[in-house]
C-alpha cells in the first residue's frame, strides 16, 4: 500500500519530536563534549553540520558516525563530509573488524561506488587531541 505521495504506508505513525543541535546543547552550558557518537539513522551528515562550532572549537577529540548509502546519504557527499572534518583539524578513518583504514587525505574514486561499502563506521580523531590522535593512528593500517 502507499501514500498520497507514492511512498509506502508507514507500518506505524509518524510522530514529530523536537530536535536540538550539537552546537545548541554545547551554547547551553550543560555539556562538554569530548566524544561524539553519532547514530542517526542516516542523518549523520546533517548532525555532524550541526555540530560546526563545536567542532571548530577543538573541544571534541573523538567522532564517530556511520555511513550508508541510504536515507539521507543520498544527498550528501562523504568525501564532501571527510573534507569538512579536515578542515575541522580531524582525520578519519574506516573503522574495519581489526582494524581502522585512514580516508582523509588518502580518497579513492571507489568510495564513492555504490557496491564499495553499502554501511561501515567512520570514527574521527582530532589533531590536537595527542591522546585520541595517537590512539587511532596506531589501530591503523599502514601502507
Avoid at 536540538?20 to 542516516?42: C, K
Avoid at 573488524?97 to 580518497?107: E, F, G, Q, S, V
Wanted: aromatic share 12%; glycine share 6%.
Amino acid at each position: 500500500a502507499h501514500n498520497a505521495s507514492g511512498n509506502k504506508k508507514q507500518k506505524y505513525p509518524i510522530v514529530q519530536v523536537q530536535t536540538t543541535t550539537v552546537d545548541q546543547l554545547a551554547e547551553s552550558g550543560q555539556q562538554n563534549i569530548e566524544t561524539l557518537l553519532i547514530d542517526a539513522e542516516g542523518y549523520d551528515a546533517e548532525v555532524l553540520q550541526g555540530a560546526s562550532k563545536t567542532l571548530a572549537s577543538g573541544q571534541v577529540g573523538y567522532i564517530e558516525f556511520e555511513y550508508n548509502f541510504r536515507a539521507a546519504w543520498r544527498n550528501h557527499n562523504l568525501n564532501g563530509t571527510i573534507d569538512y572534518l579536515d578542515n575541522l583539524g580531524f582525520d578519519c578513518f574506516w573503522a574495519g573488524k581489526k582494524a581502522l583504514y585512514r580516508i582523509t587525505r588518502c580518497w579513492h574514486p571507489y568510495y564513492s561506488k555504490r557496491d564499495f561499502k553499502d554501511w561501515a563506521n567512520v570514527a574521527c580523531a582530532n589533531r590536537r587531541h595527542h591522546r585520541w590522535h595517537a590512539a587511532l593512528q596506531q589501530m591503523a593500517v599502514r601502507d
